[in-house]
């Protein structure tokens, strides 16, 4: 009797052990990406465990295919290992079955063209002119009758506000919206306002500053700013450039602010403050707006700065362009970074990835990083500001770009996918404009 007790608790044990395995199958496939991206001439590698298998549509038998060792069937083994290998461009439609009859779910596969960037890594000077005006503070206003007054607040605008429009007149800078008040003097004026990718119109009633006896709206304004960061790549066939990694955001308020146009410029690291727990350090360097410039900021995103480079040979002529890697090719462990922490020199580094994010749509922190080279380390202690868009390179493909530090860890960081950065430069080739869309 105690020995079938003991067979039974073996079954049971097993059945679980199976409906445990076997849920997690079922939750890679429902989480799977809705398309995965392969580089045409590249293959890639899917492990499905039985009873589930993995099957192309006949329309797509021109755009991707099985390998000899992976055709299309049901295994009575516990895993089946397909190698998908792209033929031509374009959208494949895959589907997974389960007992290789009744259909679970369809993925695409997007087929490209490999694409080849020139890597970056110098130390730029960016300035960047908003769009409007950006509202970082509103105030009250003493009026020339002795009462207090706050007309933008009450008119609704709001601190990370921008201010692109006064009565039809488009706003050029902070000078500019004083301008347009004391022309308009007393009057109600029409406010446009974005905020938060939204736009919507108000109406204020300036008043009249006793101290200046100039017309206000009771707000402090930005109207541009300027830095070092670090340029990622130069795409020689279109001109386009991407640097930084993540967004230039006001420093007071943390809002991205709107690039209505700017500059990069070469620069030249003069010193560096250390980075150390909880205290990011920092490049400082100099740079001459009218010197040197290298292109015209076009777009401030999450991802970084974009736009178009004037003359290739200021800064690319001597460098070669290397293969761009998707986040499937990228391998935890050994990479290099390329950085400009000393004068004008760019310099390879030796890191470590720690940890890799499967991403289907853009973001910022796509990859954990750790500086190992003791070089660097013994110079800025490991990622400080003023680095950040550094490429990441492994096995000879750019990968990414070094975006944020760690505070209580200098050495360590994140870094986003250079295929995501490609994507918001407008160079990298996608055959489906709604990519993981509703994901």
Known sequence: MQKMSSYKKLIYF????????????????????????????????????????????????????????????????????????PTNNGIANLKFKFLGIFSVRNIKVNVVNQTYVVPGGEAIGVKLNTKGV????????????????????????????????????????????????????SNKVKIEVERNNASFTTEVLPVKSKQDNSYRLGIWVRDKTAGIGTLTFYEPNTKKFGALGHAITDVDTGTLMKA????????????????????????????????????????????????????????FKQ?????????????????????????????????????????????????????????????????????SGSPIIQNGKIIGAVTHVFVNDPTKGYGIYIEWMLREAGVYTNNNSDFAEGQ
Do not use: C, W
């Not at 030249?268 to 707006?289: H, T």
């Open 14 to 85: 097993t059945l679980l052990l199976i409906i445990l395995v076997y849920s997690i199958q079922v939750l890679n496939i429902v989480r799977f990406p809705s398309q995965i991206d392969i580089i045409k001439g590249d293959s890639r590698n899917l492990n499905i465990f039985f009873p589930f298998s993995l099957e192309i549509m006949e329309e797509s038998n021109e755009i991707v295919k099985f390998n000899d060792d992976s055709r299309d069937r049901l295994s009575i083994g516990l895993r089946n290992s397909y190698s998908l290998e």
């Open 134 to 185: 950006l509202v970082v503070a509103t105030s009250e206003i003493l009026g020339v009758d002795d009462k207090t007054y706050n007309p933008a607040k009450n008119a609704g605008i709001k601190v990370g506000d921008s201010i692109t429009m006064i009565d039809g007149i488009k706003i050029k800078d902070a000078d500019h919206v004083i301008q347009i008040l004391n022309n308009i003097k």
């Open 260 to 315: 209505e146009n700017g500059e990069i410029m070469k620069a030249k690291v003069s010193s560096i403050e250390q980075g150390k727990k909880g205290s990011p350090g920092e490049l400082r360097g100099m740079f001459f707006e009218t010197d040197d410039v290298l292109g015209k900021i076009e777009n401030n995103t999450a991802f970084g700065i974009y736009g178009t480079i004037y003359d290739e040979n200021k800064m």
């Open 319 to 387: 460098k070669k362009a290397l293969p761009i890697g998707l986040q499937s090719e990228i391998r935890l462990g050994k990479a290099h970074i390329l950085a400009n922490v000393e004068g004008d020199k760019v310099t390879e580094y030796e890191i470590e990835i720690l940890k890799l994010e499967k991403q289907i749509v853009p973001q910022s922190k796509s990859m954990v990083i750790k500086i190992t080279d003791e070089r660097l380390k013994n110079k800025t202690g490991g990622i400080v500001q003023g680095m």
